[in-house]
């Protein structure tokens, strides 16, 4: 079964500092991975997906993933962090073929200090 | 586009009662995803559908729990009776047929059960 994992509850970084939130998948097949993010008390956003191509997937407010098939991997960063960006971010696989049923990680909270 | 829209945005009932949440999808979307989100369980996918159509309804807790999609611009999730455990913010998201996984999230309904 499809499944991904995300090993940190929180994350805390300094504003201006570089940020990775960790996600590692188990998949059948080609893995196709996304990440999430939540602001307080409103509905998941989307950031990016990877589905196929280059390792480096660049999505919305100057976040990025890299993909890894070795490490099966797939790690949210972003070069410099901003106070707005504390939110709480999920990584999710797809669960099956042709499906946009997702399977969504436990999510990890980043904090990000002035 | 207004968006996913849902209500209410927060109830408030007493144990045994029903409880209606109803969602409008994205026009045009094909998909539609009711989840539910606690502390302790994360998010779950409780149940989607695809052209009206229930596809998978596995993660619908137990029978008190059911789901309909009348047309494609309208969908509700019925509490019945409704139970304590019950409390958790539930979410419905809809997509394009892409298969993509890119959802479209509500803002949820944050439901209390005293």
């Known amino acids: 079964a499809q499944s991904v994992a995300q090993p940190e509850d929180q994350v805390n970084v300094a504003e201006g500092n570089p940020l990775t939130v960790k996600c590692t998948y188990s998949?059948?097949?080609?893995?196709?991975l996304f990440w999430y993010v939540q602001y307080p008390n409103r509905g998941l956003q989307f950031l990016l997906k990877?589905?196929?191509?280059?390792?480096l997937v660049k999505g919305s407010y100057g976040f990025e993933a890299e993909f890894n098939k070795s490490q099966t991997s797939f790690h949210l960063k972003k070069p410099s962090a901003l106070v707005s960006d504390s939110a709480l971010y999920f990584c999710?696989?797809?669960?099956?073929?042709?499906?946009?049923?997702?399977?969504f990680g436990t999510g990890t909270r980043l904090q990000v200090f002035p | 586009d207004a968006g996913v829209i849902q209500s209410p945005r927060h109830e408030v009932t007493e144990m045994g009662q029903e409880v209606t949440l109803r969602c409008k999808p994205i026009?045009?979307?094909?998909?539609l995803f009711w989840y539910r989100q606690t502390m302790m369980r994360g998010l779950e996918l409780l149940i989607y559908?695809?052209?009206?159509?229930?596809?998978?309804d596995s993660g619908m807790p137990e029978d008190r729990f059911s789901a309909k999609m009348p047309n494609a611009s309208f969908s509700t999730l019925k509490i019945q009776p409704s139970e304590p455990r019950d409390s958790a913010v539930y979410f419905c998201?809809?997509?394009?047929?892409?298969?993509?996984?890119?959802?479209?999230f509500g803002e949820g309904s944050r439901l209390t059960v005293l």
């Open positions: 998201a809809s997509s394009f047929p892409t298969g993509t996984g890119e959802l479209f």
């Open positions: 998949v059948s097949g080609n893995p196709y």
């Open positions: 990877y589905i196929t191509g280059d390792n």
């Open positions: 999710a696989v797809r669960a099956a073929y042709n499906t946009d049923k997702l399977i």
């Open positions: 026009s045009g979307h094909d998909y």
């Open positions: 559908f695809n052209n009206n159509v229930p596809i998978d």
